[in-house]
C-alpha cells in the first residue's frame, strides 16, 4: 500500500504542468503581438464625486472659497474682527433665500433639511460680510459679492420684502389720486382731485389795489379788497373783504353729497378729514360706494378721502393719524352664538 | 482689486505716520497719539467707516515699522497653526522630530492595545501606548512611494478623513493632486464601489472609471466600511494606524496617532506632495507620447 502511494504520488509529479511544459525561449515572446488593452475609462469630472453628492458638495466648497477670500480682503482692509460698538450700527439684513425645493433644483442635487441649513448659515455669512463691505463704502467689492449672491436669491424677492408695506397712492395723468375706504359692510372707491383756481380771480387780485369804483364797476362775480359786498357806507364797507373759497363738489354715487345723505351725522363724518386738515374747498372728490347701510358708506368715504388727503398733502398725514382717520375701523357686526338669542343677548335664565 | 484698494490704505497711512515722525520724537509720538485706541463712538456715514479703516491702519503701521527693531522672529519664520495645512513637508524631508512634533507617537490606552499593533509599539508610558515612529517613518515613505507609482501610472487617489478637522486637509490633498485626486471629507456613503450602478446610475457606472487606483484613509475605523469595500472591489489602501487597531485592515499602514489634527494634516501633506510630483511624472510621460505619436510617420 505504502509503494502504491509512493508510485502514485511520482506519477502525479510528472504530470504537474511546469514539468511538462514545452520551454520558449524569451527572446521568442519580444516581437510578440499581445491583444491592446482595452482604452482606460475617462475619470469623474468633480473632486467630490465618491462623497456621492458631488453636485452639492462643489456648491457648498465654492460658496466656502468666496467666504474665506471675502474674509481675507476685509482683515486686509481693516475692516474684520469688527469691534462691538461698530457691530451695534449695521442695518438689519434681510434675505430672501430660495427654498429648499428650488435651490435643489437650481443645484441638480438631492437636499435634505440638514444640507440645506448649511448652504443656508453659508450664505448669510457671505451676505454679513457684503453688508458690511457695502456700509463702509466699498461698493466694487460688495458689487462681486451681490453677484454671487444673487444666482440663491428667489426671484419675487421685491415682492416679498414689500409685504405688510402700504403700497403709495398713485396718481393719474390728470392729478386724481384713487384710494379705497372700508367701514362695516360698506366699501368706497374714491377719485380725489385738487380744485383749479377758476381764471375769474386772477383779475380780482391784480385790481385788488386799484380804486373801488373801478372794483365795483367790474362783473358781480368780483369782490373788492375791502368792505364787504352790498355796504358802501358805515363800519361794515371797511371790514376786510371775505376770502373766496372756490366751491367744491363731493358726488357720491353721482348724487351730491346733500342729496346722498340726509343725516347731518353722515354728512359731517364725510367732511371731517378735510376740516382736520384744513383743506376745505380744495378738492372734489367724486366717490362710488357699494354695501351696507348710511353710517357704513359714510365711514367709508370718509377713510378714502383721509388716505387720497394724506397722498394729495403729505403734511396733513401727522394731523389725520392723531385725529385717528387713517385706521380702518375693524369693528364689525359680530355674529349670533348657538345658545343665544343674538351675538351677546342671552335667553332668560330659568332657575329650573 | 480689494488688496490694491488695502495697499492704497496702507500706504496712505504709513505716509501720514511718516510725516509726523519727522516733526516729533517717536516715543513722544507713541505716548500721545490716539493710534492705540479707536474712539467707540457709533459710525454712521461711510466718512465714519473710513476713518475707522484709517485709524486702524496706522496703528497696524505703527506695529508694522517698529516690528523692523527687536526680535528677528516674524510671522513668517515662526510655527503658526495654519502651517502644517499650507506648507506641506516633502517626504525626502521627513524626519522623527516633525513627527514627534505634531504628536504622532501617542497611541491608545494600553488596554485597547491590538495584539497585532505590538510591534509598531515602541512601549507604554502612563497607560498610553507610545508608537516606535522608527517604524513609522519607512512606512510612511513606502506609502508615499506607492502614491507616487499611482499617480505616475495616472491612477485616482481619493483621500479619506471624515472629521470636521480632517476636511480641510483632504480637500487641499485633493486639489494638490489636480485631476487624478479626490476627497471625501463629509460621511463615505455605504455602497459607494460595491453598489455603484445603483449610486451613481448605469451610465456614468458604464463609462466612467468609478473605482480609483488607491484610497488613503486618514480616520479608518469610523469608515471601516469603505477599508472593507476597498478590499471587496481589490483596490489598494493606505490609513493611519493606531494602537487599538489591526494594521492588517489596511495594505499599507502607518502606524501614528489617528487622534491627532496636525499629525494627519502631516501625513495627508507628505503623500499629496508625493502625489503631485507623480503627476507631473505622469504628464511628462504623457506629453512626450504624444510628441512621439505626431513624429511618428502616418501608417498606410
Known amino acids: 500500500m505504502n509503494v502504491a502511494r509512493h508510485v502514485a504520488w511520482r506519477s502525479a509529479l510528472r504530470s504537474r504542468a511546469y514539468a511538462t511544459a514545452a520551454y520558449v525561449p524569451p527572446a521568442s515572446l519580444e516581437g510578440l503581438q499581445r491583444a491592446r488593452a482595452p482604452p482606460p475609462k475617462p475619470k469623474p469630472e468633480s473632486p467630490t464625486f465618491y462623497t456621492g453628492r458631488a453636485n452639492y458638495y462643489d456648491q457648498l466648497l465654492a460658496l466656502e472659497t468666496a467666504t474665506k477670500h471675502t474674509r481675507t480682503a476685509l482683515q486686509e482692509l481693516q475692516l474684520l474682527p469688527l469691534p462691538k460698538f461698530a457691530r451695534e450700527n449695521l442695518p438689519p439684513l434681510r434675505p430672501v433665500w430660495k427654498n429648499k425645493v428650488d435651490l435643489a433644483e437650481l443645484m441638480d442635487a438631492n437636499l435634505t433639511t440638514s444640507r440645506y441649513r448649511r448652504f443656508l448659515s453659508q450664505l448669510n455669512q457671505l451676505n454679513e460680510y457684503r453688508r458690511l463691505a457695502e456700509i463702509a463704502g466699498h461698493v466694487q467689492l460688495a458689487e462681486r459679492i451681490q453677484h454671487v449672491l444673487d444666482v440663491f436669491e428667489r426671484d419675487n424677492k421685491e415682492a416679498i420684502l414689500a409685504r405688510g408695506k402700504r403700497k403709495p397712492v398713485k396718481f393719474d395723468e390728470f392729478g386724481r389720486s384713487y384710494t379705497i375706504g372700508r367701514r362695516k359692510e360698506s366699501t368706497a372707491r374714491v377719485w380725489v382731485i385738487a380744485a383749479q383756481p377758476s381764471p375769474e380771480d386772477e383779475p380780482v387780485a391784480s385790481s385788488s389795489v386799484s380804486s373801488e369804483a373801478a372794483a365795483s364797476s367790474a362783473p358781480v362775480s368780483s369782490t373788492p379788497a375791502m368792505g364787504i359786498s352790498g355796504f358802501t357806507q358805515g363800519p361794515l364797507s371797511l371790514a376786510p373783504a371775505p376770502v373766496k373759497v372756490p366751491t367744491t363738489n363731493i358726488l357720491v354715487n353721482n348724487i351730491p353729497l346733500a342729496e346722498y345723505f340726509p343725516h347731518v351725522s353722515d354728512r359731517e363724518r364725510i367732511v371731517r378729514p378735510f376740516r382736520v386738515a384744513g383743506l376745505i374747498g380744495a378738492f372734489n372728490v367724486f366717490a362710488l360706494v357699494r354695501g351696507g347701510g348710511s353710517t357704513g358708506q359714510s365711514g367709508a368715504v370718509c377713510l378714502g378721502i383721509a388716505k387720497a388727503l394724506a397722498a394729495h398733502v403729505p403734511d396733513s398725514e401727522p394731523l389725520l393719524r392723531k385725529a385717528k382717520l387713517l385706521k380702518r375701523d375693524p369693528r364689525m357686526v359680530e355674529r349670533k352664538k348657538t345658545g343665544r338669542a343674538k351675538a351677546r343677548k342671552a335667553y332668560t335664565w330659568v332657575k329650573r | ?300
Not at chain 2, 53 to 79: C, H, M, P, V, W
Not at chain 2, 184 to 204: A, D, I, S, Y
Not at chain 2, 205 to 234: K, M, S, T, W, Y
Request: with cysteine.
Open chain 2, 1 to 300: 482689486m480689494a488688496t490694491s484698494l488695502a495697499r492704497s490704505l496702507a500706504a496712505s497711512a504709513a505716509r501720514s505716520v511718516r510725516r509726523t515722525r519727522l516733526s516729533t520724537s517717536t516715543a513722544a509720538q507713541v505716548r500721545h497719539s490716539s493710534f492705540a485706541r479707536v474712539e467707540e463712538k457709533p459710525l454712521e456715514t461711510v466718512d465714519d467707516w473710513t476713518n475707522f479703516q484709517l485709524k486702524r491702519a496706522e496703528y497696524q503701521t505703527l506695529i508694522d515699522t517698529f516690528s523692523e527693531y527687536g526680535s528677528t522672529q516674524t510671522r513668517n519664520n515662526t510655527f503658526q497653526p495654519h502651517h502644517s495645512l499650507h506648507r506641506p513637508v516633502a517626504p525626502s524631508d521627513i524626519t522623527l522630530s516633525a513627527l514627534i512634533a505634531s504628536g504622532a507617537h501617542f497611541g491608545h490606552s494600553q488596554k485597547r492595545m491590538n495584539p497585532n499593533f505590538v510591534p509598531y509599539a515602541y512601549g507604554v508610558r502612563a497607560g498610553i501606548t507610545i508608537i516606535d515612529l522608527d517604524h513609522t517613518l519607512p512606512l510612511l515613505r513606502r506609502a508615499a512611494q506607492v502614491v507616487r507609482g499611482v499617480a505616475a501610472g495616472g491612477g485616482s487617489v481619493v483621500f479619506v478623513g471624515t472629521r470636521s478637522d480632517l476636511r480641510p486637509a483632504v480637500r487641499l490633498a485633493a486639489e494638490r493632486m489636480g485631476k487624478q485626486g479626490y476627497h471625501v471629507g463629509e460621511r463615505w456613503l455605504p455602497g459607494t464601489l460595491t453598489n455603484r450602478v445603483q449610486m451613481f446610475g448605469p451610465e456614468v457606472a458604464g463609462d466612467e472609471q468609478v473605482i480609483p487606483d488607491l484610497v488613503v484613509f486618514l480616520n479608518p475605523i469610523p469608515n471601516i466600511h469603505a477599508v472593507r469595500e476597498c478590499a471587496l472591489e481589490h483596490v489598494p489602501t493606505i490609513g493611519i494606524v493606531d494602537s487599538n487597531v489591526d494594521p492588517r485592515v489596511v495594505m499599507y499602514p502607518i502606524p501614528a496617532n489617528d487622534e491627532s489634527t496636525r499629525t494627519a494634516e502631516l501625513i495627508a501633506g507628505l503623500l499629496s506632495v508625493a502625489g503631485r510630483e507623480g503627476v507631473a511624472i505622469y504628464q511628462e510621460e504623457q506629453a512626450k507620447a504624444a510628441a512621439r505619436a505626431a513624429k511618428r510617420p502616418p501608417r498606410y
